[in-house]
């Protein structure tokens, strides 16, 4: 009783069998490996990040062309050193503007006081 009734869903000869069973362990490999990249947080988490950095280099630069674009020419050059010592020091730069803030928001109490 080695042959199936038509319609039946059993292959008959072993060599079908087999086929069915690669077939079906292929699709199952397949499946575990996407299960496994969905449950890797950290690989996900490192590839959205990479995304986003590269997003938000991208704006920079275009924000950057379109600052250069609307510099008037002879200030291009004090724009340029600007922006690589910036990128060189941010700590520096980071540490200047607090000075700056600093110095207006005494300024400003200063002129206030005065007034009073």
């Known amino acids: 009783m080695s042959s199936t009734a038509p319609g039946d869903r059993h292959p008959a000869d ?5 086929a ?3 077939r079906t362990r292929a699709e199952l490999g397949h499946t575990v490996q996407e299960l496994v990249a969905k449950a ?3 690989a996900r988490v ?6 986003l950095r590269h997003r938000a ?6 924000a950057g062309g379109a600052l250069h674009d609307h510099t008037p020419p002879p200030l291009r050059g004090a724009v340029t050193h600007a922006a690589e010592f910036g990128r060189r020091h941010p700590k520096g730069v980071a540490a200047a503007g607090a000075a700056v803030g600093i110095a207006v928001v005494a300024a400003t109490r200063a002129g ?5």
Do not use: F, T, W
């Open 20 to 22: 069915g069973i690669e």
């Open 46 to 51: 490192r590839h959205k990040a990479d995304s």
């Open 14 to 18: 072993p060599a079908e069998l087999r």
């Open 112 to 116: 206030h006081h005065s007034h009073n």
């Open 57 to 62: 280099a991208r704006r920079r630069d275009e």
């Open 40 to 42: 890797d947080v950290p």
